[in-house]
């Protein structure tokens, strides 16, 4: 458990860790490679070293050196598999989405699969495209979930159409390993793509690692055939994501909080854009080369449509909590099928501390200003959950966050880090 300590004024200059949507991916383009990277100032945490090891099992070397990572590709030649292999990756939706289409590209029987949450959370829609592609891949049981089996020998190519409803990683998905495909691979969507700023992120990684992605705004992608990703050596910029806790901890409690290790005018991270949203709530924010200081000041309730950076529903809704009026966040239905249901996570432990607020069927509302007392809360096994409840920590006495350790997922040096504010 982690008790966090009040503080009249957050004060402090915090570099911030790689972007794990992009170590995700550059792992990924690296793996497919013909030769050696080397990603310097990747993200190690626990769904990163989840995707490092399915790509060992599949025939890439990963060496971690310091802070670089050090990977020789496979060139996309996979050895066949004489019996079937089993791919764990825990309770990384991430890692199990966007490799999907990878073990694709191998030569025989794989499972892929994760905890008990992890074979609740929906793949249906990825694994039914990866089948118009000429894949044989089928939810185990049935329902649309992991496990997945799949009988890999290539991908086919061709046309597919999906809906963007629900996850913009079964683009992703697509989209990695669409370069190894026998026939180019062309994806229409339909309907709303949510999440848009992740694809952009895969398009980038893509384009450093060689690969040009032809594609119509967001309805349309094309990856032709024989492209391949050519080694390289990466860096990886500060996660957007991760300095988003830095940045309301400086809105909740009026102080003056630098990161580093982010540029907001040249990072690909559709995150970036809560600075505007700080802004509108009170905070100051003067942006630079490599760095934002954020400054707070008296917060007022905000209406928001966060569909395309939903990792950030949890700061705004910890900050809500302390601004003048209501707060509602809309877009997100998303959410119910992250970590656990992150929506009703959220309305479950403010209330806990006295908080009102609605749930919506796609967002939340939040009353600023009401009283609030400190208490034990839990975080539902969610790294953002218990990140954003350190948030309120600085301004409500008494609060103590079990299972602190779920941080690991995403950020492991957070707490380090969170205490430097003071």
Known sequence: MKRINPICKAGATVRIPGSKSITHRAIIAAGLADGTSVLRDFLECEDTLYTMGALREMGAGTVIEGTDLVIEGTGAEFKAIPERKTLALGNSGTSLRLLLSVVALCRGEFLITGTERMLSRPVGPLVLAL?????????????????????????????????????????????LSGPYAHRDVEIRITGELVSRPYVDITCDVMERFGVHVERDGYTRFRVPSGTTYMARDLTVQGDASSASYFWAAAAVTGGTVTTENIDPFATSQGDIQFLEVLEQMGCVVDRGADRVVVHGGALTGIEVDMGHTPDLVPTLAAMALFAEGKSIIRNVPHLRHKEGDRLRAVALEWARLGGKVGELSDGLII????????????????????????????????????????????????????????
């Not at 409840?389 to 941080?407: M, Y």
């Open 131 to 175: 089948n118009q592609l000429g894949v044989d891949a089928t939810c185990v049981k049935g329902n649309g979930c992991p496990p997945v089996l799949m009988k890999a020998g290539g991908m086919a190519g061709g046309t597919v159409k999906m809906k963007g409803d629900q996850s913009s990683q079964f683009l992703s998905s697509l989209l």
């Open 367 to 422: 009353h600023g200003g009401t009283p609030l007392s400190g208490s034990v809360v839990h975080p539902h096994d969610d790294h953002r959950l218990a990140m954003s409840l350190a948030v309120v920590g600085l301004r409500l006495p008494g609060i103590v966050i079990k299972n602190n350790a779920c941080v690991n997922k995403s950020f492991p040096a957070f707490w380090y880090l969170w205490d430097r504010l003071c």
